[in-house]
């Protein structure tokens, strides 16, 4: 079953399909400058009841010639069954359209990223008779953008970045930045990319912390559990630092923090934001909950 942060990875580009030509130099890859971008069907089926389909699919258009396919495939682990399926991708595409099909695999995480960078080679130890060569974004090659200024230049990029480097210790900092740069935009443009953002963070402790980072409105994402939809059902907001606190103690009992009594009163019983932040912060790397409450 495809999981809501794998959606939100790859349709990020649905929202904004130029992302991939300023995504791509950010990571040391250049290609030619699109003109137009056409999106076209993900479904690559030709002989059912055996169905395939790309994440998503874009035609670019650019000056000098017919353009190229672009393939976009978000991958949460390693799986060599996409081997295959990422060879048939391109040789289908590169039949049915007669042009260049490029391969670009959105990861997560390093040893993913390294996976999925592999070339494929099909044929014989002697002779190649395929080779496919993916483009690959993740947080080996996109940067960690923590300047809210940064971010606030190119929206879509900085959610980009802070989902690709979502295991990286220096989220909390990415998270905030991308939080500051939206709360300064604000509009229809916090509203879509703060709850892309959550979605695709999933069920991890630092979907608590931003939770805490951002306030959205109307849930574009029906069914998925947001603190958008759970305020519209409750038809009410709760006190910032109650809902703080909250996020602390589910942080740390998702990461298997064990919490005696006369913590739990403490960070329950506290009213005050900065402090609460703190410990927020604290929350995600804390070896116990004597570390949240250290004097700096």
């Known amino acids: 079953m495809v999981s809501s942060p794998h959606e939100a990875m790859h349709q990020i580009f649905r929202e904004d399909p130029g992302l991939f030509a300023r995504a791509l130099p950010k990571a040391g890859i250049a290609f030619p400058e699109p003109t137009s971008i056409q999106f076209l069907d993900t479904d690559l089926t030709e ?74 080679r099909i ?12 483009l690959v974004l993740g947080p080996d090659n996109l940067p960690t953008i923590i300047d809210p200024d940064e971010a606030e230049q190119d929206i879509p990029l900085a959610v980009l970045s802070a989902l690709a480097h979502a295991k990286d210790p220096a989220l909390p900092a990415i998270l905030e930045a991308l939080a500051t740069a939206l709360a300064s935009v604000g509009g229809n443009v916090l509203d879509d990319w703060a709850e892309y953002t959550e979605i695709g963070l999933g069920d991890t402790p630092a979907r608590a912390l931003w939770r805490n980072l951002v306030a959205m409105r109307p849930s574009r ?5 947001t603190i958008v939809e759970e305020y519209r059902i409750k038809g009410f907001t709760q006190g910032e ?41 604290r929350s995600l790397t804390a070896a116990d909950t004597e570390e949240l409450f250290v004097q700096a």
């Open 123 to 134: 044929g014989l130890p002697a002779h190649t008779s395929i080779a496919i060569f993916p």
């Open 221 to 225: 994402f029906p069914g998925s559990g």
């Open 241 to 281: 630092a109650e809902g703080r606190a909250k996020d602390i103690l589910r942080i740390l009992d998702l990461r298997g923090i064990d919490i005696p009594e006369a913590a739990r009163e403490r960070i329950t019983g506290c009213t005050d934001l900065d402090t609460l932040g703190t410990w927020l912060d």
């Open 47 to 120: 002989i059912k009841p055996l169905a395939r389909r790309v994440d998503t699919l874009l035609r670019i258009s650019t000056a000098d010639d017919d353009g190229y396919l672009l393939a976009l495939e978000s991958q949460g682990k390693p799986d060599q069954e996409k081997h295959n399926s990422w060879t048939y991708y391109l040789a289908y595409l590169y039949a049915t359209y007669k042009v260049p099909p490029i391969l670009l695999v959105l990861c997560r995480d390093k040893n993913t990223a390294s996976w999925a960078a592999n070339p494929i």
